[in-house]
């Protein structure tokens, strides 16, 4: 689990910008392609990556999570994408459309991402819901 005290830690908890528009998440795609070197993608509840992506896995995990997102998120708006610096992102957290939790915080804390995109190696977010087999097998889809 993550420990409360690493860097990780505290950037995760740390302040982030919204991405409401499709086209503002465009952007950010644009600007993580950009600069593909040194990212990790993680999925909660799964094995922690040991490397960095490489570019092209980058821009396959960027297309295939953008399709997902836009499929299954039947609104006119993102809103379930956050980064922490939307110039310079170093930590973006994308969120699940088909399991978003509640706005209120009646679940007892901070609902955590699905996915995680981050310069930082990550550690083990923690999340009391079990993984759902589908997301299971769209990630093992995509890096076996």
């Known amino acids: 689990m993550t420990e409360p005290n690493s860097e990780f830690a505290r950037r995760l908890s740390g302040r982030f910008f919204g991405i409401i528009r499709w086209q503002d998440l465009d952007a950010l795609w644009l600007r993580v ?19 960095p992506l490489t570019a092209d896995a980058l821009t396959h995990f960027i297309a295939e999570v953008d399709s ?30 088909n399991n978003l939790g509640s706005s209120c915080g009646m679940r007892g804390g901070a609902y955590p991402p699905r996915w995680l995109l981050s310069r930082l190696r990550p550690e083990q977010i923690a999340d ?12 093992q889809a995509l890096f076996g």
């Open 33 to 51: 392609a950009a600069e593909p070197e040194g990212w990790y993608a993680t999925l909660a509840g799964a094995a922690l990556p040991e490397t």
């Open 68 to 97: 997902l997102l836009r499929r299954e998120h039947e609104q006119d708006y993102c809103g379930i994408v956050y980064a922490d610096d939307l110039e310079t992102p170093g930590l973006i957290k994308i969120y699940d459309p």
């Open 128 to 139: 009391a819901d079990p993984l759902p087999n589908a997301r299971r097998r769209w990630w």
